[in-house]
């Protein structure tokens, strides 16, 4: 690897060191290997070289996929201390989800706020949800900056920030489109805690090659603080997922659905117990 082809996402440095090399795909039986660095002047980890095109990444991607009656009970009851408590939303509010997945925390949203909207990269995927969800959800930038530009008061990213390619571009963006005062509150996974220290990048919520960085708050302000974004709360929210599906990864050598679920109960235990997996991030936009 040369150091001068190397750049953060989120500082711009040009110097990094190796972190993990070859990493497989434990999700999904993709086949892809990518290797990881820490940036030397931030600290932050992501994935070199920065993929192009991460299309192949989400061939047969479960999170996209419609949910069962029993899949959507268990997610209520797993998720809904992670993803944006909708019972602070207002009436008057205008909603973003960026990164919807299969909609379902927009479908929440939707019947809080007075007008809701999503974002999701594939015309297809964005397709699906718009029609399951009944609002309208963009996948072309142009098309979702022209009608909210400024207009935004909460912006919704549950696990989508370790999924950018770029950072700079899609916080602008995303900057662009609130209104003084509006929040941005954005869900990760933090590399800073017990669980990836033992799993190293066997821990679920590494997922490659899905996840390209893995910022903290600190390392985002380089992006942020230009565009007017501060830093409003930064907390550990409980997240049992990771854990289940890393011993499941330990156990039988990648995720399987009847391990995770034999170790979820000891998975939510230990997620109240010791919540450092996730971080909640929420941003203000500075008002002029």
Known sequence: MTESAFRCLACGDGHS??????????????????????????????????????????????????????QEVTRRILLSPVYYDVASLRRDQLLLDYGCGDGWFLDRAKRRVSAAYGYEPTAMQASRVAERVGVQVFHDVAALR???????????????LEHLTDLSGTFALLADLLKPGGTLHAVIPNLDN?????????????????????????????????LGLRLASDRFV????????SLSILFTGRYRLLPFLAFLPLAIVWARLYPRGTRALTFVKHEN
């Open 238 to 245: 409980p997240f049992p997922n990771t854990l289940a599906a």
């Open 146 to 160: 022209a009608p909210l530009a400024g207009r935004v008061d909460v912006i919704t990213m549950h696990f989508v």
């Open 194 to 226: 017990v669980e990836y220290r033992g799993f190293g990048s066997r821990w679920h919520g590494f997922d490659a090659p899905r996840h390209i960085c893995f910022p903290n708050a600190d390392q985002l302000k380089p992006v942020l603080d230009p």
């Open 17 to 70: 060191v190796a972190v993990h090399k070859a990493v497989a795909d434990y999700f999904l039986p993709t086949g892809i290997r990518v290797d990881y660095v820490r940036c030397a002047a931030c600290g932050m980890v992501q994935q070199y070289p920065v993929p192009t095109d991460v299309g192949p990444f989400y061939a047969a991607y479960p999170v996209h996929a419609r949910k069962s009656l029993l």
